[in-house]
């Protein structure tokens, strides 16, 4: 495995079909089962490492955000990764960057709405991340569900020729979806976040059982949330897998995303539903069968 | 040569090498240099030709835009061109665009000043043809100087390893800079028009005999406009080649631009002005012996 700092580097050591893990680091197995499922389907994988300031407001956490990249090269390079793209902020922007990607409407809800410009700064550093590294197919975790939509649709709108694949959310063991943030919880809060999966799986069983309705879905993700007193529920949405419109019934792809306040962390977790036959079949994710490897040296 | 309608196609027919001349149609010279540079330092020469909405304003001249594939088709073959990529409606937005690339700061002044939203439409379509085509170089003309500044921005800002290159204004024998809009002119107004080019040669004399003031190089570059009734200056700008900002005086490579009316006509010209070892060299472009192909059949 090499590890690189410019596109240049990262371009011609690249051969043959190349899959892409674009990640902002301190890797959890969620980035890994994006790495296992590009390494199936690629000759050469590109996992970029850049914690992008773009994508933070300047009341986010980008200066607390974890990092550790030697960490994250051993936990790549024993997933099997070819290249490593971890450039210094100097190669990312060596002049103060004029150019934005915007993607309209789909960012407006859920996320968009709740965090002005993210969107824009997850938008302009995917598309500068696939005009360098250039790769035929991009690999991105359903635990982002908006963040998602929105790549789909700017790598259409800009005619990338880029396969984007969404992959299955990865969970803790007792459910908690995995994320880099999860390690600000301290115990209490750790205990709390776990309401949101439990609602993820009622919804799951909700869909199982013929429920259709976006607002009694919804209900059914708010409750465990409603319930306990140290998690507060920014909002419990069903909406489009191709818009992210708000929809009010199970009538096309769809997923029901929640998010919430643990102290001053904020969480994620989505259960997308997909038609199968005829069909909808809610993807509740992968569960670890141990504590993931954030809680542990890597 | 090739004609295809999809970027699938035009990435599957090229090798080695690409060079790439984006256009509106409607080929002059100018278009035909910028084929010519291509074929010099390329494998493969692709020629879009796309009448892009994105960057008309309502306004604007968007219907009667000259238009004529066959024409154009016959003279890129004639220069030597291996596909020419020519895009319905369809193939480059199959839906309502959502992602728009802006490109802040460069574009304030001077066209960017006049035409609000004119330089997003071009960024955007020039980032989806880099990302479609995947070219190795791209061929501008100096004759649109700030959307060159635009272009070579946005292709810096989003990392797209495509060497942007940008050829000599090519002009009528009598110095009318050529632009498909000059078949809007009638006789008067094309009298009326060559004024520009008086201005643009003026300043070249004037910066050979060592005028450096911007104030006054932009006095001579108006002062043949001033005097013509028949058109009306929006104005005369000596500006910075990098980032488009109005400079008080020539110390960095620059460009002295103008912009003016005819009839219903907007007619754009300019000198570019480069450091060659401790002097400071005008471009005045190239001028044609006989009339240009605008006027003729192709």
Do not use: C
Not at 74 to 88: C, K, Q, R, T, W
Not at 123 to 141: E, Q, S
Not at 274 to 281: A, F, H, K, S, T
């Amino acid at each position: 495995m090499k590890i690189v700092q410019t596109f240049a580097e990262a371009r011609e050591l690249a051969g043959g079909r190349v899959g892409f893990v674009p990640t902002m680091g301190y890797l959890h197995e969620g980035h890994i089962s994006l790495v296992d499922a590009a390494r199936r389907e690629s000759d050469t994988v590109t996992v970029s490492i850049f914690v992008n300031p773009l994508q933070f407001a300047p009341s986010e956490d980008l200066a607390s955000y974890p990092r550790d990249l030697d960490r994250d090269v051993a936990l790549v390079e024993a997933a099997g990764a070819d290249i490593v793209f971890a450039p210094p902020l100097a190669e990312m922007y060596p002049s103060d960057p004029l150019t934005r990607v915007t993607v309209s409407d789909v960012t407006e809800t859920m996320e968009g709405a709740i965090r002005p410009g993210h969107f824009d700064g997850v938008a302009t550093v995917v598309a500068k991340l696939f005009a360098g590294i250039a790769p035929d197919a991009a690999y991105f975790g359903r635990k982002d569900a908006q963040q998602l939509v929105t790549v789909r649709r700017m790598t259409a709108d800009l005619s990338f020729p880029i396969h984007i694949v969404g992959s299955p959310i990865v969970r803790e063991s007792d459910g908690l979806a995995l994320s880099s943030r999860n390690t600000y919880l301290n115990r209490d809060e750790r205990i709390a976040a776990r309401s949101l999966s439990t609602g993820m799986f009622a919804v799951a069983a909700a869909v199982r059982g013929g429920e259709r309705s976006g607002t009694v879905l919804e209900q059914i993700a708010a409750g465990p949330v409603d319930a306990e007193p140290g998690i507060d529920l920014d909002y419990a949405t069903l909406a489009d897998q191709e818009s992210a419109a708000t929809i009010d019934a199970l009538d096309r792809p769809a997923f029901l995303a929640v998010a919430a306040r643990v102290g001053r962390t904020r969480l994620l977790d989505n259960v997308h539903i997909d038609p199968d036959g005829g069909d909808w079949v809610p993807d509740e994710g992968i569960r670890l069968d141990t504590t993931s490897i954030l809680y542990r040296e890597a």
